[in-house]
Each structure stands twice: as C-alpha cells, then as structure tokens.
C-alpha cells in the first residue's frame, strides 16, 4: 500500500515568492494535517482538514493557507515567502480526526534564499 | 500550547532502561508519541487517550495521568533501533484539531 506522497521532495525558492506543497494521503484516510518542522524541533501544527474542511489552525500568519480536494488530497500554499519560512513541511494523513494514528510523509524540503 | 519534554537527550547502552516525560499547562485529552530517525518521517508509537490508560509497543510502553496532566515513555532492555528523536504530541479536547508537539527528546542507544 502506499503511504502518504509529497510532492516535490526537495525545493528552492527566492523571497516573496509564492510555493504550493502537495500532499497524497493514505487511501481511505478523510483526514490530512500540515507541520512545519525546523531543524532540531518538533512539528509545529499548521492545519487540520477533515472531509474537505478546515478543523483546526495553528499560529501561523495568513500567507500560509491550504485546502482538501473530494479525493482527499491536499495543498498547502504559501505566500510572500520569507526566510523564516525555510523548513520541512510534513503531510500526515488519519482514518479520522482528531486523536488517531497519524501517517507523515517523507516531507517536503523548502530552501527560501 | 507545546507540552514540555524532558530530558532533551538521553544515552543508553544496548539494555537499559529509560524514561522520557512530557508535561502540559492544560488539561490533555490525549498525548500521542512518535519517534523520528534522522531524515526521516516521524513514526507513530502509540497514542493515550483521556482516562489514565497505559499502552505499550513491544518494550516500549507509556502511561498517561490526567490529573497531572502528564504522560511517560518508558524505553525497557533498549536496542539500537531505538535510537531517535521521541516526540509527545497532545490534543487538550475531544474536538481539538490540534495535535501540538514538544521540543522532543534525542535518544542515542550505544552498543
């Protein structure tokens, strides 16, 4: 079975410009979150969606937004990229939401020069 | 608001024992652990929800009080496989969306 995919892998982008991270969940999974990991701390909750609707949001400013697609899939965008954006951002995906097992993907790698 | 862990880091020779805590200022519903090798996704241990219960994973095992607001991770006769990062993730309410995680506490296991 596949596990949770995140495209791309690794990237590189320039201040003030704008990024999409995408996340592919576990198939069956209705439930996608978003993290974003510093190096040498842990996941930083970014947003929660649960049957295409946002359930929870973090402390994070408005630049950063995401949706959930019918099929489940999801996005992340961000906006006026800074270099305090540069992080890993993870997918995780559960069977349902909240307080189950979460599923992270390999991550997606952000480089803001 | 993140849980606090403690100890940051911890070394251990294959077999021994350790325990790695987690503590809240809120009331907790449920704390989640996982363990993260480097470059690597996070991995999902075992989650307890509200009502003291304990769990355990082959000799990994946790336990949760409520009233303290705190969980334990207990790491028995440690392997080398053990080695990582351990993160405790908490939920402070039944619909609470929000799965916050501490600092995370790096376990080093040496043969």
């Known amino acids: 079975d596949a596990g949770v995919t995140q495209s791309p892998t690794h990237l590189i982008k320039t201040r003030g410009q704008h990024v999409t991270l995408r996340c592919s969940p576990i198939s069956g999974h209705k439930s996608v979150s978003w993290y974003q990991q510093v190096l040498g701390q842990g996941p930083q909750f970014i947003f929660q969606y649960y049957e295409k609707e946002e359930r929870g949001r973090g402390n994070f400013p408005d630049r950063f937004s995401a949706r959930q697609f019918p099929n489940y899939s999801s996005e992340l965008n961000v906006n006026a990229l800074l270099l305090g954006d540069s992080a890993l951002y993870l997918c995780a995906s559960s069977l349902e939401a909240p307080y189950t097992e979460a599923f992270f993907g390999q991550g997606t790698r952000l480089t803001v020069v | ?111």
């Open chain 2, 1 to 111: 608001q993140q849980p606090v862990q403690s100890p940051q880091a911890v070394i251990l020779r294959e077999g021994e024992d350790a325990v790695i805590n987690c503590s809240s200022s809120k009331a907790l519903y449920s704390v989640h652990w996982y363990r993260q090798k480097h470059g690597e996704a996070p991995v999902f241990l075992m989650i307890l929800l509200k009502g003291g219960e304990q769990k355990g994973h082959e000799k990994i095992s946790a336990s949760f009080n409520e009233k303290k607001q705190q969980s334990s991770l207990y790491l028995t006769a440690s392997q080398l496989s053990y080695s990582g990062t351990y993160f405790c993730g908490t939920e402070i309410g039944s619909n609470d969306y929000k799965l916050s995680f501490g600092a995370g506490t790096t376990v080093t296991v040496r043969a």
